[in-house]
């Protein structure tokens, strides 16, 4: 193996198995012809999985189930990674995430400030939905996806419930994160942010 090789092969075992990545995670490590090379030939030994269009992962293996699908935040992370971009759970799984709603998104969506993208794998489709940078104040943090899961249930659905979970569930420095990434949310948002971190 060249010594491009030698590299991005130690950088994927050092990440451990269940890692999904992108060319981009090996910038400069050699040229981009080079590092996919290296990558289609880790493909052909069966050392890596292509997941989609320029995405890969180290399988995890189970004894009983063989490889391992990857989970679908380690691969929005790896697209958003590719181009540098924030990256936030949709609305509706952060709801169910926080226990404000037991509905379940059918769709796996992510929104971002970077290009927008499908991929899938296999029945497992994963969405990068864009979407301005403003609507991503808080992004990878609870306080993002409380603003997120507000947003979705809308100003008419949320009451005392969903007031009393958020104060049950949020730690004193997550209200304190949701006071300041607050200022970005709708004017409607403001109160119930107030009621939420009310003791913080």
Do not use: C
């Not at 590299?7 to 269940?18: A, E, P, S, T």
């Not at 301005?132 to 808080?138: M, S, V």
């Not at 419930?161 to 949310?185: I, M, P, T, W």
């Amino acid at each position: 193996m060249t010594t491009v090789s030698q590299q991005i092969l130690r950088r994927i075992r050092g990440k451990g198995r269940g890692w999904v990545f992108t060319p981009a995670d090996f910038a400069g490590l050699g040229s981009r012809d080079s590092i996919d090379q290296t990558l289609s030939r880790l493909v052909a030994r069966n050392s890596v999985r292509r997941l989609d269009r320029g995405l890969y992962d180290y399988p995890k293996q189970s004894p009983r189930l063989g490889l391992l699908s990857p989970k679908p935040d380690d691969i929005a992370s790896a697209l958003a990674r590719q181009s540098g971009a924030k990256l936030q759970v949709s609305g509706a799984r952060a709801a169910n995430a926080l226990g404000l709603t037991t509905q379940s998104p059918a769709k796996t969506v992510y929104l971002t400030d970077g290009p927008a993208r499908k991929a899938q794998f296999g029945r497992q489709v994963i969405e990068l939905r864009h979407v301005n940078a403003k609507r991503l104040a808080g992004a990878g943090n609870v306080s993002g996806a409380v603003l997120q899961a507000l947003r979705y249930l809308g100003r008419d659905a949320i009451d005392d419930n969903v007031v009393n979970r958020l104060r049950r569930v949020l730690s004193d420095d997550d209200k304190k994160a949701l006071r300041r990434d607050g200022v970005h949310a709708p004017a409607w948002v403001h109160p119930i942010i107030d009621d939420v971190a009310l003791a913080a």
